[in-house]
C-alpha cells in the first residue's frame, strides 16, 4: 500500500540546514515534512563525524556534530515536523494548481505546496568497487551494498568485502545467519574496532567465517543472478566461489542523485538560487546549504541557516501571494506551535 | 627560503599540471587542490573520515608516515595503492617541493 503525506513545506534533507529550515517555516505556521535518504537525521553531521566538535556556530564556542543536531531536533518539537527516513526521493510532478507530488524509493507518495532542497552534496551512497558487471546483480538478484534486513542473508552462501567497521560487525552478526561468510580484505590487518577483528579472527579459526586476506573480490559470474565471485590474491592467484550474495563494504559518498534530473538550472552539480529568497529556476522549488551555489557561496551551517531563514519567506510567499507577511521576533512573540 | 612550493597533478599518464602552493598558510594539499579548481569533494572537511580526497603519490619528496586515522581510512576504501594517501593529512611545507600526485576515483 502506497504511504501518503501531504504537507506544506517538503525539505529533502534531513542535515542540519534542513532541520533548522522546519524551525523557519515553523514560525510561520508552515507544516513541514522532511525526507532522506540516509536512516537517521543529522546528515553529514550524524554519518561522518558525530563525535567531532565544530567551532562556527553562533552562541556555540564548541559544540559536538551530534549534539547540535540533537538541538536540532528539540528547537523543531513544537512543530511536529513527520519524517521519512531511509528513502531517497527519486522523482518529481508539478501538478496542475501548481503544487507538487514527490515519488520516493519506496513507494511514498508525498504532496507539498512548495519544496526546499536541503541535500548538502546530495545523497549518501554506497561506494562502489570497481568490479565489471557488478550492477547487473543489484536490485535484489545478489549484490547488496547494505544489510537491511539480516534474514535475506539467512541459510544463504555470501562473500562481504570490505576493511571497516562494517565489514566486521556484518561478517561477526552474519556468521550465525548465514550458511557460509567469507570476509574479503585487500590489506592484513584491521584497524577497524580491534575487539571486532579479534572476533572475526576467532570466527575463522573456528571455521564459522572464512578470512581471505591480502585479497579483493575482482569479477562476478552469474545468469539471472549472482551466482559465483573470483577472489584474486594480490600476488595473482584466483579463486571462484559459488556465492548466493556479495556485499561490499565500502562506506558511503555523496552523489547529486536524481536531483539533477528535475530540470533545475545547475552548475558545478550544485543547483542554482536567487540569493533573495533561494528559489531555484523552477517556482515553489528552494534550494539550501551545500547543494546551491551563487556567487559568493560558503559551504558552512551558519550560511545554511541563513538561507533557511530567507527561504521560508520566499516559500510563504509562493504559497500565499496575497496574504501580508510582518517579520516577527521570538523575543517578542515565543516560538508558535503547530 | 622561498613561501612557496611547486606541486603536479597527473592528470592524465604524462600529463602534468602545477600547482603552486604557499607554505605560510598551514594548508593541507587537499584544499589546495580543492582551491586549484580539482573536483575533490572532501566531505568530511580534512577529518580523515570521509576517503573523498583520495590522492596517489607518484613521485617527489618521501612524506611522513600516514597516522592510524588516515591508514583506517585508506584501508577501508574500494582501492588502495602503495602510495595512496588521503590529501587532507598532507600538509604543505617547504619539503613538498616537487610532489606529483594523482587524484584517485571515487569508485562508481
Redesign the interface.
Known amino acids: 500500500m502506497t504511504n501518503s503525506i501531504s504537507t506544506d513545506i517538503c525539505i529533502i534533507g534531513a542535515g542540519p540546514v534542513g532541520l533548522f529550515a522546519v524551525f523557519e517555516a515553523g514560525l510561520l505556521k508552515l507544516r513541514c515534512h522532511v525526507v532522506d535518504a540516509l536512516p537517521q537525521v543529522g546528515g ?1 553531521l550524524s554519518e ?2 558525530p563525535k ?1 566538535p565544530i567551532y562556527d556556530i553562533p552562541g556555540f564556542p564548541d559544540i559536538l556534530a551530534g549534539d547540535l543536531v540533537q538541538n536540532l531536533m528539540r528547537q523543531i518539537e513544537p512543530f511536529h515536523p513527520t519524517f521519512t527516513l531511509g528513502e531517497r526521493v527519486e522523482r518529481l510532478a508539478k501538478l496542475e494548481d501548481g503544487t507538487f507530488q514527490l515519488f520516493t524509493t519506496d513507494g511514498t507518495e508525498i504532496f507539498c505546496k512548495a519544496i526546499a532542497i536541503a541535500g548538502g ?1 546530495g545523497s549518501f551512497e554506497p ?4 568490479v565489471e558487471s ?2 547487473t546483480y543489484e536490485g535484489g538478484r545478489g549484490v547488496y551494498y547494505m544489510v537491511r534486513d539480516p534474514e535475506t542473508f539467512r541459510d544463504r552462501r555470501i562473500v562481504i568485502a ?3 567497521d562494517s ?1 566486521l560487525d556484518w561478517t561477526i552478526f552474519l556468521a550465525d545467519v548465514a550458511k557460509e561468510v567469507t570476509l574479503v580484505h ?2 592484513t ?4 574496532a580491534a575487539d571486532s577483528a579479534e572476533k572475526v579472527q576467532k570466527l575463522h579459526e573456528a571455521g564459522r567465517a572464512r578470512l581471505v586476506l591480502s585479497s579483493n573480490v575482482t569479477h562476478v559470474h552469474g545468469q539471472d543472478s549472482l551466482e559465483a565471485v573470483t577472489i584474486t590474491a594480490n600476488d595473482g592467484t584466483a579463486e571462484t566461489l559459488p556465492v548466493d550474495a556479495f556485499i ?1 563494504l ?2 558511503l ?2 552523489k547529486l542523485g536524481p536531483i539533477g534530473d528535475w530540470g533545475l538550472e545547475l552548475e558545478d552539480d550544485a543547483v542554482k538560487v536567487n540569493t533573495l529568497d533561494y528559489s531555484t529556476s523552477v517556482p515553489g522549488i528552494f534550494a539550501i546549504g551545500d547543494i546551491n551555489t551563487y556567487p559568493g557561496k560558503l559551504k558552512l551551517i551558519l550560511c545554511g541557516f541563513h538561507e533557511a531563514a530567507l527561504m521560508a519567506q520566499g516559500a510563504y510567499k509562493y504559497m500565499f501571494p496575497d496574504k501580508r507577511y510582518v517579520l516577527k521576533y521570538t523575543t517578542v512573540n515565543g516560538v508558535p506551535t503547530l | 627560503m622561498t613561501d612557496e612550493v611547486r606541486i603536479y597533478v597527473e592528470e592524465a599518464p604524462g600529463q602534468r599540471r602545477e600547482v603552486v602552493a604557499p607554505t605560510d598558510m598551514a594548508l593541507s594539499v587537499m584544499e589546495v587542490l580543492k582551491a586549484s579548481g580539482y573536483d575533490i ?1 572532501a ?2 572537511g580534512g ?1 580523515a ?4 580526497c583520495h590522492v596517489e603519490v607518484l613521485a617527489g619528496p618521501a612524506l611522513d608516515e600516514p597516522g ?1 586515522d588516515e ?2 581510512m585508506l ?6 595503492t602503495q602510495g595512496s594517501r588521503l590529501s587532507c593529512q598532507i600538509r604543505i611545507t617547504n619539503r613538498l617541493d616537487g610532489l606529483v600526485v594523482r587524484l584517485m ?4
Open positions: 553529514q561522518i563525524y567531532k552534496l561506494r562502489k568497487p570497481a557488478l550492477e570490505g576493511g571497516g565489514a585487500r590489506g590487518t584491521f584497524r577497524g561490499p565500502f562506506g559518498t555523496p | 569533494q566531505t568530511c577529518m573520515l570521509c576517503g573523498t592510524d591508514l583506517a584501508e577501508s576504501l574500494p582501492v588502495m576515483p571515487q569508485g562508481t
